[in-house]
């Protein structure tokens, strides 16, 4: 310690000399004193260097060149990240000779450069054909989507890339094997589900819910309703949770599978009383039949019955004999053979020729009369039987003939991975346009309809002596209808895009530029005239 010298700041003598950089401190007040350790450069530029920095170093006693660092940095954070993805070893090397290509060996420090390899290892996955979501990739590299998204976008345009379709079966099927909320499935069942799944995914393909939808979130949705169906216990938020996904937006794609399969059971006989919230438990059904329809090929239509090749009668009484037959044997094994003390006899009917049965087509409106036959030999079965019992118990013997029927086959080309033209070849019971376009068209009519209640009130305005006669008579009308109740005031709803609409009308601009919906750019042409110029 030097006794001989006071601190410039607080004036106590405590200064000791720092081991590094040789300047004097205060250990009082911690301040570095001033011009206590100048350095004089003499001889010139070739003079002798200062004491922290040195020309190529980053720092005393570090040999490393600033460049040389940023490399070694840039690795090691590949390479955390790339562990973290489950990356091979050629895997890796590829990504990191993609990063050499694009940076020029420079690499990079920063936000940035993570995002970047996060897009480069999508990239390369993607280019293998090895799915990797990018929900995963940017909680790994800890950034958004969409941020993710513009890099991804950059890489492809950069390198000139077409990467393939997003594979969304093999996203379904990886995630049910590797979920630990399916890691107590038996294995046989798990290929059940799997094959279920993959069926109910590419339907979803042909009803164009997957068009310009996230994929994760609608398998998600269809792992839970398939986890539903198999009695799994297992929930969206889990589910949404594992693979980084919003749950609100699973729960909105799982709506509209159930949707999908309510407007499928509406052809089927008992299809009026389907809904949203009983839809799994008629699921089996609705499934089975879609099954069946797309086993069948949907092109070949019949349009004459005469050459079907057996009598239709004959048919539709033999298989409502089969469903009384079928649904006897249901109650006897639910109830016990005592109540079937008095065994019928019934006749033996000739054997069917189901040589050309792939010919024949019932339609619905032949199912819906088969059902209600059947119904009403059901019911008077009951009533002769004093089948009447509680509802508990009913429901109970209900979801036992349920459990223990085999109804998923399994036997569709749907279940197995198709190419996206034979998804759409096949008919699984019903044809829907995709709900954007869908909405597209809602949202135009929409705008029609604002334009004419526009054209209207603008009328009523510059013509009051019409707009009056009309008042006039319906005002009539309704005291005539009405006499007792108390005249209530008359409430327009108009929002501001009906004040918009009103505007632009009154500027002459064409119904059809409206209908696009392009407000702003409409009022800056034609109102506020901001492309004009005196």
């Given at each position: 310690?030097e006794?001989?010298?006071?601190?410039?700041?607080?004036g106590?003598?405590?200064?000791?000399?720092?081991?590094?950089?040789?300047?004097?401190?205060?250990?009082?007040?911690?301040?570095?004193?001033?011009?206590?350790?100048?350095?004089?450069?003499v001889g010139?530029?070739?003079?002798?260097?200062?004491?922290?920095?040195?020309?190529?170093?980053?720092?005393s006693?570090?040999?490393?060149?600033?460049?040389?660092?940023k490399?070694?940095?840039?690795?090691?954070?590949?390479?955390?990240?790339?562990?973290?993805?489950?990356?091979?070893?050629?895997?890796?090397?590829?990504?990191?000779?993609?990063?050499?290509?694009?940076?020029?060996?420079?690499?990079?420090?920063?936000?940035?450069?993570?995002?970047?390899?996060?897009?480069?290892?999508y990239?390369?996955?993607?280019?293998?054909?090895?799915?990797?979501?990018?929900?995963?990739?940017?909680?790994?590299?800890?950034?958004?989507?969409?941020?993710?998204?513009?890099?991804?976008?950059?890489?492809?345009?950069?390198?000139?890339l077409?990467l393939?379709?997003?594979?969304?079966?093999?996203?379904?099927?990886?995630t049910?094997r590797n979920?630990?909320?399916f890691?107590?499935?038996?294995?046989?069942?798990?290929?059940?589900?799997?094959?279920?799944?993959?069926?109910?995914?590419?339907?979803?393909?042909?009803?164009?819910?997957?068009?310009?939808?996230?994929?994760?979130q609608?398998?998600v949705?269809?792992?839970?309703?398939?986890?539903?169906?198999?009695?799994v216990?297992?929930?969206?938020?889990?589910?949404?949770?594992?693979?980084?996904?919003?749950?609100?937006?699973?729960?909105?794609?799982y709506?509209?599978?159930?949707e999908?399969l309510?407007?499928?059971?509406?052809?089927?006989p008992?299809?009026?009383?389907?809904?949203?919230?009983?839809?799994?438990?008629?699921?089996?059904?609705?499934?089975?039949?879609?099954?069946?329809?797309?086993?069948?090929?949907?092109?070949k239509?019949i349009?004459?019955s005469?050459?079907?090749?057996?009598?239709?009668?004959?048919?539709?009484s033999?298989?409502?004999?089969?469903?009384s037959?079928n649904?006897?044997?249901?109650?006897?094994?639910?109830?016990?053979?005592?109540?079937?003390s008095?065994?019928?006899?019934?006749?033996q009917?000739?054997?069917?020729?189901?040589?050309?049965?792939?010919?024949?087509?019932?339609?619905p409106?032949?199912?819906?009369?088969?059902?209600?036959?059947?119904?009403?030999?059901v019911?008077?079965?009951?009533?002769?039987s004093?089948?009447?019992?509680?509802?508990?118990?009913?429901?109970?013997?209900?979801?036992?003939?349920?459990?223990?029927?085999?109804?998923?086959?399994?036997?569709?080309?749907?279940?197995?991975?198709?190419?996206?033209?034979k998804?759409?070849?096949?008919?699984?019971?019903?044809?829907?346009?995709?709900?954007?376009?869908?909405?597209?068209?809602?949202t135009?009519?929409?705008?029609?309809?604002?334009?004419?209640?526009?054209?209207?009130?603008?009328?009523?305005?510059?013509?009051?002596?019409?707009?009056?006669?009309?008042?006039?008579?319906?005002?009539c009308?309704?005291?005539?209808?009405?006499?007792?109740?108390?005249?209530?005031?008359?409430?327009?709803?108009?929002?501001?895009?009906?004040?918009?609409?009103?505007?632009?009308?009154l500027?002459q601009?064409?119904?059809?530029?409206?209908?696009?919906?392009?407000?702003?750019?409409?009022?800056?042409?034609?109102?506020?005239?901001?492309?004009?110029?005196?």
């Amino acid at each position: 310690m030097e006794l001989s010298a006071r601190c410039q700041s607080c004036g106590e003598r405590s200064l000791v000399t720092d081991e590094v950089s040789e300047n004097l401190i205060c250990t009082t007040c911690a301040v570095v004193q001033d011009y206590n350790n100048f350095q004089a450069h003499v001889g010139g530029i070739s003079g002798p260097a200062g004491t922290y920095v040195r020309t190529g170093t980053s720092g005393s006693g570090n040999n490393y060149s600033y460049k040389e660092s940023k490399i070694y940095k840039a690795g090691v954070l590949i390479d955390d990240i790339l562990f973290k993805l489950n990356f091979s070893v050629p895997s890796i090397d590829e990504v990191k000779k993609m990063i050499v290509t694009i940076t020029e060996g420079e690499y990079g420090q920063g936000d940035w450069f993570s995002i970047f390899v996060g897009a480069c290892a999508y990239v390369v996955r993607r280019k293998n054909g090895n799915l990797l979501p990018m929900t995963d990739v940017a909680a790994v590299v800890c950034c958004d989507t969409y941020e993710l998204g513009r890099m991804v976008n950059r890489v492809v345009s950069f390198l000139d890339l077409k990467l393939p379709e997003f594979d969304i079966v093999y996203l379904y099927e990886t995630t049910l094997r590797n979920s630990p909320s399916f890691s107590c499935i038996e294995a046989e069942k798990k290929e059940v589900m799997l094959k279920q799944g993959v069926f109910l995914v590419q339907c979803l393909i042909k009803w164009f819910v997957t068009t310009g939808r996230r994929p994760v979130q609608v398998v998600v949705s269809v792992l839970a309703f398939i986890g539903q169906l198999n009695q799994v216990n297992v929930k969206i938020e889990d589910l949404a949770s594992e693979l980084n996904v919003p749950a609100v937006t699973c729960r909105l794609r799982y709506k509209e599978l159930l949707e999908r399969l309510v407007e499928v059971a509406r052809v089927l006989p008992w299809g009026k009383d389907v809904n949203v919230k009983n839809i799994v438990k008629f699921a089996p059904y609705v499934i089975q039949y879609m099954e069946m329809k797309s086993m069948g090929n949907g092109l070949k239509q019949i349009k004459n019955s005469d050459n079907v090749g057996f009598d239709i009668t004959y048919f539709l009484s033999d298989c409502l004999q089969e469903r009384s037959d079928n649904m006897i044997d249901s109650y006897r094994s639910c109830e016990g053979d005592d109540v079937f003390s008095q065994n019928t006899e019934q006749e033996q009917s000739p054997s069917l020729d189901f040589a050309n049965l792939d010919k024949f087509n019932i339609s619905p409106e032949c199912l819906k009369m088969i059902y209600s036959k059947c119904m009403e030999e059901v019911s008077d079965f009951r009533s002769t039987s004093e089948f009447g019992k509680e509802n508990r118990k009913k429901r109970k013997r209900h979801d036992d003939y349920l459990d223990c029927t085999d109804w998923w086959k399994g036997k569709s080309e749907l279940s197995k991975k198709l190419s996206l033209k034979k998804i759409l070849e096949k008919d699984v019971g019903m044809d829907v346009m995709p709900p954007a376009f869908v909405n597209g068209c809602l949202t135009y009519q929409t705008r029609r309809d604002k334009i004419e209640a526009a054209k209207a009130r603008i009328k009523n305005i510059m013509f009051p002596s019409n707009a009056g006669l009309r008042a006039g008579n319906s005002h009539c009308l309704s005291t005539t209808a009405k006499k007792e109740k108390k005249k209530k005031k008359r409430h327009v709803d108009v929002d501001w895009e009906d004040l918009i609409i009103e505007t632009l009308l009154l500027h002459q601009v064409k119904e059809e530029e409206i209908e696009n919906g392009y407000y702003r750019t409409l009022m800056d042409l034609h109102v506020f005239n901001s492309g004009c110029f005196e």
